[in-house]
């Protein structure tokens, strides 16, 4: 199976800060499409996942372009440029290039 | 627009058998494969399995074989996740999520196992 090894685990921000989110995968997550299926998530407190980046940088409709998503291979980042309030949560980047999918471990974006 | 509701809490007793329903509209159903996301509590997500909703067959990652079953009602736009001999550490909080990149969730069933 595909590890997605995420960091930091905790990630304290001021409001209007920026945050960066790293997550690494243990084998590339280069379809043979040629494709790169890495996606963003926030979960806030009490709520389902809701999906912000899709395949390493396009963001889903919606989502402000506070959030920027970018890397390759099996290096990825997910930039959250002046914070607010509602994007305190938990992240968790998914892979879906292989079966079976899978999490990284999340990374708690909460106030300094 | 694209909602999956899902069930109500649960709870049940070690060795006991529970059922999650996932109702999808919005969208033709076989369109698109159904996951389902397990969330402890406090703790991460944990992806376990997806069911082809064409041919009806599931998928169960390794910690979700055996005691795990994923089918559906193609009829009724539903599918369904059923735990048998549940266990303490079968407590948690279970999602469906569907669409090509995970873009669609439900609100999640939280399954309490208590004697």
């Known amino acids: 199976d595909v590890v997605m090894t995420q960091t930091p685990v905790s990630l304290p921000v001021s409001l209007g800060g920026q945050a960066s989110i790293s997550c690494r995968s243990s084998?590339?997550?280069?379809?043979?499409?040629?494709?790169?299926?890495l996606h963003w998530y926030l979960q806030k407190p009490g709520q389902s996942p809701q999906l912000l980046i899709y395949r390493v940088s396009n963001r889903f409709s919606g989502v402000p372009d506070r959030f920027s998503g970018s890397g390759s291979g099996t290096d990825f980042t997910l930039k959250i440029s002046r914070v607010e309030p509602e994007d305190l949560g938990d992240y968790y980047c998914l892979q879906s290039t292989h079966f079976p999918r899978t999490f990284g471990g999340g990374t708690k974006l909460e106030l300094k | 627009q694209i909602q999956l509701v899902q069930s109500g809490p649960e709870l049940k007793k070690p060795g006991e058998s529970v059922k999650i329903s996932c109702k999808a509209s919005g969208y033709t159903f076989t369109n698109y494969g159904m996951y389902w996301v397990k969330q402890a509590p406090g703790q991460g997500l944990q992806y376990m399995g997806w069911i082809n909703t064409e041919t009806g067959k599931p998928t169960y990652a390794d910690d979700f074989k055996g005691r795990f079953v994923f089918f559906l009602e193609t009829s009724a736009s539903t599918a369904y996740l059923q735990i048998n001999n549940l266990k303490n550490e079968d407590m948690a909080t279970y999602f469906c999520a569907s669409g090509t990149l995970f873009d669609y969730w439900g609100q999640g069933v939280m399954v309490t196992v208590s004697s």
């Open positions: 084998q590339s997550l280069v379809h043979s499409n040629g494709n790169t299926y």
